[in-house]
């Protein structure tokens, strides 16, 4: 299974924090948040990872960098919610299984691993996006 996360957003509730880094690396404890998030990943099995960037994408990539994670960036130019975020990783996701999370949001392993040991109840649901979609 893949994971796409949503780490577009400016975090514009979130300043001044956001002024200079976006809002998914704010730290917590000490770390960056999104590093929790890509950890609990990691732990539930899942190491096929997409994140979808816009503001300070290029902090976004020098964090990956900095603690060594292998990841695929795919731009969203303009923010227009969450739906064309999404349609932007079809590239990345194909037909294969994969989970959305926010990159604000922690979710354990635990939740991630059990998301995954259900997926055969959805195993017959795709995300079909009509080639003609426009956002």
């Given at each position: 299974?893949?994971?796409?996360?949503?780490?577009?957003?400016?975090?514009?509730?979130?300043?001044?924090?956001?002024?200079?880094?976006?809002?998914?690396?704010?730290?917590?404890?000490?770390?960056?948040?999104?590093?929790?998030?890509?950890?609990?990943?990691?732990?539930?099995?899942?190491?096929?990872?997409?994140?979808?960037?816009?503001?300070?994408?290029?902090?976004?990539?020098?964090?990956?960098?900095?603690?060594?994670?292998?990841?695929?960036?795919?731009?969203?130019?303009?923010?227009?919610g969450t739906g064309?975020?999404?349609?932007?990783?079809?590239?990345?996701?194909?037909?294969?299984?994969?989970?959305?999370?926010?990159?604000?949001?922690?979710?354990?392993?635990?939740?991630?691993?059990?998301?995954?040991?259900?997926?055969?109840?959805i195993s017959g649901?795709?995300?079909?996006?009509?080639?003609?979609?426009?956002?």
């Amino acid at each position: 299974m893949k994971a796409v996360i949503m780490a577009a957003g400016k975090g514009a509730r979130m300043l001044p924090l956001t002024e200079n880094i976006p809002k998914v690396l704010i730290k917590v404890n000490g770390k960056p948040f999104l590093l929790y998030v890509i950890n609990n990943l990691h732990q539930a099995g899942i190491t096929d990872i997409c994140l979808i960037v816009s503001y300070m994408k290029e902090k976004i990539a020098d964090f990956l960098k900095e603690y060594n994670i292998e990841a695929t960036l795919i731009e969203q130019p303009e923010p227009k919610g969450t739906g064309q975020a999404v349609s932007l990783a079809k590239s990345f996701t194909k037909d294969e299984d994969f989970i959305v999370l926010g990159g604000d949001n922690l979710w354990s392993a635990d939740d991630i691993k059990e998301i995954i040991k259900h997926k055969q109840a959805i195993s017959g649901f795709k995300l079909q996006i009509p080639k003609s979609t426009e956002f």
